[in-house]
T-cell receptor, first 114, second 111 residues
Framework: NAGVMQNPRHLVRRRGQEARLRCSPMKGHSHVYWYRQLPEEGLKFMVYLQKENIIDESGMPKERFSAEFPKEGPSILRIQQVVRGDSAAYFC????????????FGPGTRLTVL | RKEVEQDPGPFNVPEGATVAFNCTYSNSASQSFFWYRQDCRKEPKLLMSVYSSGNEDGRFTAQLNRASQYISLLIRDSKLSDSATYLCVVNFPPGNTPLVFGKGTRLSVIA
């Protein structure tokens, strides 16, 4: 049973470009969460999605950031017009339908903005 | 206010030592508590959930003190492989999401 998968593992973008981060939850999991971790900082919740629905986006910046979890395919975290401050590790986690509490993390995508 | 506070450490302990970490949380209505460990530049991995009655998993013991709003993690007979950052994680109602992560306590076990 494959764990949570994220790609790419490393992403380099220049200021102003777009970054797309993908997350495939564990098999049988229908809840996806995105977190951001800045260097030497803790994980900060960004958004919680179920298939085709955003449940909680209280941690998402109001501009440039968006997330989706379509009926088919992975969840996508999209960052438009990236700035240097967006450089961070972005982790995706998933949990099963029966329990929202325990979350399992993917390996993360390390975004570097030049 | 959603706060989970941990001593950042580092805790430097010799192999075989017993070490304990505490974590305080700000919301008295929180219901779900976890310890995760995170190795350098890796993803967090669930270590254990924390139950009201306390729970033990091998060398690891977790306890919850609701009155004082803190949870603890005790590691006995420390191994070199225990070196990591330990993250305290708490839910803030309503609902079980989102979880709030502490910044972590860094542990180094020294030979």
């Amino acid at each position: 049973n494959a764990g949570v998968m994220q790609n790419p593992r490393h992403l380099v973008r220049r200021r102003g470009q777009e970054a797309r981060l993908r997350c495939s939850p564990m098999k049988g999991h229908s809840h996806v969460y995105w977190y951001r971790q800045l260097p030497e900082e803790g994980l900060k919740f960004m958004v919680y999605l179920q298939k085709e629905n955003i449940i909680d986006e209280s941690g998402m910046p109001k501009e440039r950031f968006s997330a989706e979890f379509p009926k088919e395919g992975p969840s996508i975290l999209r960052i438009q017009q990236v700035v240097r401050g967006d450089s961070a590790a972005y982790f995706c986690a998933s949990s099963p339908q029966t329990s929202e509490r325990t979350q399992y993390f993917g390996p993360g995508t390390r975004l570097t903005v030049l | 206010r959603k706060e989970v506070e941990q001593d950042p450490g580092p805790f430097n302990v010799p192999e075989g030592a017993t070490v304990a970490f505490n974590c305080t949380y700000s919301n008295s209505a929180s219901q779900s508590f976890f310890w995760y460990r995170q190795d350098c530049r890796k993803e967090p991995k669930l270590l254990m959930s924390v139950y009201s009655s306390g729970n033990e998993d091998g060398r690891f013991t977790a306890q919850l003190n609701r009155a004082s709003q803190y949870i603890s993690l005790l590691i006995r007979d420390s191994k070199l492989s225990d070196s990591a950052t330990y993250l305290c994680v708490v839910n803030f109602p309503p609902g079980n999401t989102p979880l709030v992560f502490g910044k972590g306590t860094r542990l180094s076990v020294i030979a």
